[in-house]
Structures are given as structure tokens and as C-alpha cells.
């Protein structure tokens, strides 16, 4: 099965008007025609891109309400107008600091699909449920509370694997690590529908870097990658995109 590669930059609370140029100069021109690529800024700068772009643009976070008084939400027609596609959903850092819990999690990811923006849904276990050999678990309950009753969602989803204990730390997952991570949750997704658990893109993300990234590329079931700090450096960020294909 042959699964288009993915590569989605989250810049998390980074980024400016003129890294939004730097980025579209550095990725305009690159040959891409296999790859899909993601740019997800803050929400704020999504608008700031030029419609002359080879690449799409998503959001970080989004509301699971519809409109009204939600002070400093975010909705999917606001995203959608802005710009933005695809939506980021359940990082570990809005999981952790914002206290987004697994059915708040499953409720916007619905809300994403419902409104035609296609979601990233985060995933990963920290290092000491890894080391208490509880990551199958962690996962297969991140994935439950979200397909178990929706299971219709995941041919719209796109799965990001990305472990705490690797993101930002400059400790990625071995790719021996990561594969067997994925093959995990491929096979999890099958009891939802085999064919969208086929078909569905896993990204791997945690300290995915130009070096590091290719070995991880080369796994069966990797997809793609969700990054984070080396999505900042336009030149770096373009050789990982060309890398995947
Ligand atoms: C992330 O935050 O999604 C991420 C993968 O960050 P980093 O690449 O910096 O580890």
C-alpha cells in the first residue's frame, strides 16, 4: 500500500511575518510532487501566506464548539477562513498544560472532521510509562477514547506517534523503536476498519532532525514526520521534506 509521505512543521508558539517569507522562499521551487507538506504556525500568521504556495497550512489547536462565547477560542469556520486545512489535535503539550483530556480530545477531532479540516491527532506515552512497559496501553487508550465510537473518523485522520520523552529533548526514538510503535498502532486502528488503518498516514515526531530523519523514513510503516524546533530552520526543514521521498 502506498501511502502519500507527510511532513508537518508545528512551530508550537514561535515563528514571525518574516519566517512565514523565509519558509515559502525556501520550499517554493523544491521538488516535491510526492510529498505533502504542512506548515502549522500560529493561528495568527496563517493568513499571512501567500496563495502561491506548494504547501498547505494547518492550525494548532481548534474549539469543538461551533461559535459564540468562548473567549479566546478558536473555531473551524474561523481556521477554515484563515486558511488553515488541517488542524493539530492532542498534543502532549496542550494535554499537559491545558489540561485537554481524552473526550475533549475526541470531541474536536469530530468537530475538525465534521467541518472539512483534517486532523493530526497526536499520540505518545512519557518515558516512564515506556519504561513501566505501558506504552501499548497508553496508546491503545489515546486511540480508543477518540475511534471506539467514532470509528468513521480515521479515514479523515492523519496519526502523529510522537513520545514525550523525545520531543524537544533531542532524543528521538531509534527507528527500530519507532516502527515497532507504529506497526502497533496500525495494527490497533484495524479492529476500527482495516482499510482506513491501512490507508491512514502515521507521522513520527520527537526530535526529528536532517541527520536523523532519513533511517527513520526508511520504516515500513513511518509516514512522515510531525517537527518541531528544526521546523524553524527553513534550510533544515526543506532537506527533511526532500528526504522522505
Ligand atoms: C512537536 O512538538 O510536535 C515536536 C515533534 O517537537 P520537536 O521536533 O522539537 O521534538
Known amino acids: 500500500m502506498q501511502r502519500t509521505?507527510?511532513?508537518?512543521?508545528?512551530?508550537?508558539?514561535?515563528?514571525?511575518?518574516?519566517?512565514?517569507?523565509?519558509?515559502?522562499?525556501?520550499?517554493?521551487?523544491?521538488?516535491?510532487?510526492?510529498?505533502?507538506?504542512?506548515?502549522?504556525?500560529?493561528?495568527?500568521?496563517?493568513?499571512?501566506?501567500?496563495?502561491?504556495?506548494?504547501?498547505?497550512?494547518?492550525?494548532?489547536?481548534?474549539?469543538h464548539e461551533k461559535a459564540g462565547a468562548f473567549t479566546g477560542e478558536l473555531s473551524t469556520d474561523l481556521l477554515l477562513e484563515a486558511g488553515a486545512r488541517f488542524v493539530i489535535i492532542g498534543h502532549s503539550e496542550r494535554r499537559t498544560l491545558n489540561f485537554e483530556s481524552d473526550a475533549l480530545i475526541a470531541a474536536k477531532l469530530a468537530a475538525a472532521v465534521n467541518a472539512g479540516l483534517t486532523p493530526v491527532l497526536c499520540i505518545g506515552e512519557t518515558l516512564e510509562q515506556r519504561q513501566q512497559e505501558k506504552t501499548q496501553q497508553v496508546?491503545?487508550?489515546?486511540?480508543?477514547?477518540?475511534?471506539?465510537?467514532?470509528?468513521?473518523?480515521?479515514?479523515?485522520?492523519?496519526?502523529?506517534?510522537?513520545?514525550?520523552?523525545?520531543?524537544?529533548?533531542g532524543e528521538s526514538a531509534t527507528p527500530q523503536q519507532a516502527q515497532t510503535t507504529h506497526a502497533f498502532i496500525r495494527q490497533h486502528l484495524k479492529q476500527y476498519d482495516t482499510q482506513s488503518a491501512i490507508r491512514v498516514k502515521l507521522l513520527y515526531g520527537g526530535s526529528v532532525n536532517a541527520d536523523?530523519?532519513?533511517?527513520?523514513?526508511?520504516?515500513?510503516?513511518?509516514?512522515?514526520?510531525?517537527?518541531?524546533?528544526?521546523?524553524?530552520?527553513p534550510a533544515e526543514f526543506a532537506q527533511i521534506c526532500l528526504a522522505v521521498t
Open 139 to 169: 496508546l491503545a487508550r489515546q486511540l480508543d477514547a477518540v475511534y471506539a465510537s467514532q470509528p468513521e473518523l480515521l479515514a479523515k485522520s492523519v496519526i502523529a506517534y510522537e513520545p514525550i520523552w523525545a520531543i524537544g529533548t
Open 212 to 233: 536523523n530523519c532519513a533511517a527513520l523514513f526508511d520504516q515500513a510503516d513511518i509516514d512522515g514526520a510531525l517537527v518541531g524546533g528544526a521546523s524553524l530552520k
Open 5 to 63: 509521505p507527510l511532513i508537518a512543521a508545528n512551530w508550537k508558539m514561535n515563528g514571525s511575518a518574516a519566517l512565514v517569507e523565509e519558509i515559502t522562499r525556501e520550499l517554493t521551487g523544491l521538488e516535491l510532487s510526492d510529498t505533502e507538506v504542512l506548515i502549522c504556525p500560529p493561528a495568527t500568521l496563517i493568513n499571512r501566506f501567500s496563495a502561491e504556495r506548494n504547501f498547505a497550512l494547518g492550525a494548532q489547536n481548534v474549539s
